[in-house]
């Protein structure tokens, strides 16, 4: 089962909210990636498969594939990692998840399967979205 990360997406409103970042970062920078002060040392296992699991406003709701890691040097000098991510921005089953500081390892058999394409939960209201996951409806 393959190891991915988690992190929250500060400043992220909604899926579409990233999906709009993501599509502005690749059209004015061509890549995507998420900078961090850590290196993770379970690279190899990330980049087997493994994606970025974004949580959105105190629930995982989407994830990037990870297709890289490279070390990079900040203006100050200070060695970092980039932590490269594809394009497609894949809306998941949410899955409520508390504030914490940086990233963590997700292990596979924890992590929130994806949505059936087509299915997508951002319109709904969320009191709506909590009852029907309560309910095992979505």
Do not use: N
Not at 9 to 15: D, K, Q, R, T
């Amino acid at each position: 089962m393959a190891l991915h990360l988690i992190k929250l997406c500060v400043g992220i409103e909604s899926i579409e909210h990233l999906r709009e970042r993501v599509a502005w970062r690749y059209q004015h920078e061509g890549t995507m990636q998420h900078v961090t002060r850590m290196t993770p040392k379970r690279g190899e296992e990330l980049l087997a498969g493994g994606a970025l699991y974004w949580v959105i406003k105190r629930q995982v709701q989407a994830r990037q594939t990870i297709i890289g890691l490279e070390p990079v040097v900040g203006e100050d000098g200070i060695k970092r990692c980039a932590i490269m991510l594809a394009p497609q921005v894949i809306a998941t089953r949410p899955q409520p998840r508390r504030a914490f500081q940086g990233w963590r390892y997700l292990r596979g058999e924890d992590a929130p399967s994806d949505l059936p394409p087509g299915l997508e939960l951002s319109d709904m209201p969320p009191k709506m979205r909590q009852e029907l996951l309560e309910l095992g409806l979505i």
